[in-house]
């Protein structure tokens, strides 16, 4: 009688559950490094035993079920062209049918503006968008709005935060009377340079015009949608040290202007109020 020696035990158990992300147009709405973008959700993921799936879908691939969270980055008017009718053909029912479920919906610049009705490129050029948010955008004759902003964003009515980030666009997007933005704008332009509004969000469909890239500047944010994208509670996620984040994420308001606001008692990382500090947060591997 033979015998098999045992299976070591793998030193990475599989994870109990699993963050499926698929990026829209990696390869044409990518651009002021929505790769990091990706990467912190992947990293956040992986530090905390959660598995991590990232899919592409490109132009003309059907958009499959079963993601967690759907990424629209950035994008040129010329690119932006040739997804958005991409999007409407062969997308929008599915994005619909994902927002719907609770998915997460997050579209950065360009990506937001799909995600109104609308980006009119010029007078009788008008980009279709899916219809997840309830605005239209409009390429303006002025200046582009291009800075470092700040902006005041209270999500699921928890304690108001700040988001840091950078914002470069021609389009002005406006919000239809029922439309919530994202947030206020602190400092910098936001959806139009004068309403004061900066992006929007229905449920768990968030649109922004922060770059930065979004996520290493504002670590809060990317926990927030990982647990909403789980349909969990961000204070169920397993706290980190943000020490590095932290640091990122004031210099970024210091960059917008202003003294950086002190984040609120008990919003900090990854737990309740009360919950584990600083000290006793989970080291983080390579
Ligand atoms: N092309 C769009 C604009 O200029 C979006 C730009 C971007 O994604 N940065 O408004």
Request: glycine content about 16%.
């Amino acid at each position: 009688m033979s015998h098999e020696p045992a299976p070591s035990p793998s030193p990475f158990p599989s994870p109990s559950r699993t963050l499926r992300v698929c990026a829209l147009y990696p390869d044409l709405l990518s651009i002021y490094a929505d790769r990091g973008n990706l990467l912190v959700l992947e990293r956040r993921c992986a530090w905390r035993g959660i598995g991590f799936q990232l899919r592409a879908c490109g132009l003309g691939e059907p958009l499959s079920a079963g993601h967690d969270l759907l990424y629209l980055g950035g994008g040129q008017d010329r690119d932006q062209r040739l997804c958005a009718e991409d999007l409407v053909r062969g997308k929008r029912g599915a994005l619909h049918v994902a927002a719907a479920r609770g998915a997460v919906v997050l579209g950065i610049c360009g990506g937001y503006q799909l995600l109104g009705h609308s980006y009119e490129l010029a007078p009788g050029e008008r980009l279709p968008g899916v219809g997840l948010l309830d605005l239209t955008t409009v390429r303006a004759d002025g200046p582009r709005l291009i800075g470092n902003v700040t902006v005041a964003v209270s999500l699921g009515g928890g304690p108001e935060r700040v988001l840091a980030g950078f914002e470069n666009h021609g389009g002005r997007t406006h919000l239809a009377a029922g439309q919530a933005p994202l947030g206020r704008v602190l400092r910098g332009h936001g959806n139009d340079g004068r309403s004061g509004f900066e992006g929007a969000r229905t449920g768990t469909v968030i649109g922004t015009y922060l770059h930065g890239p979004l996520l290493p500047k504002n670590a809060w944010f990317a926990d927030w949608l990982i647990a909403t994208a789980l349909g969990i509670d961000p204070g169920e996620l397993a706290p980190l040290d943000d020490a590095l984040e932290d640091a990122a994420h004031r210099l970024a308001q210091a960059k917008a202007g202003g003294a950086p606001r002190d984040e609120p008692a008990g919003a900090r990382r990854g737990g309740p109020a009360g919950g584990p500090g600083r000290r006793q947060a989970t080291a983080k591997r390579a």
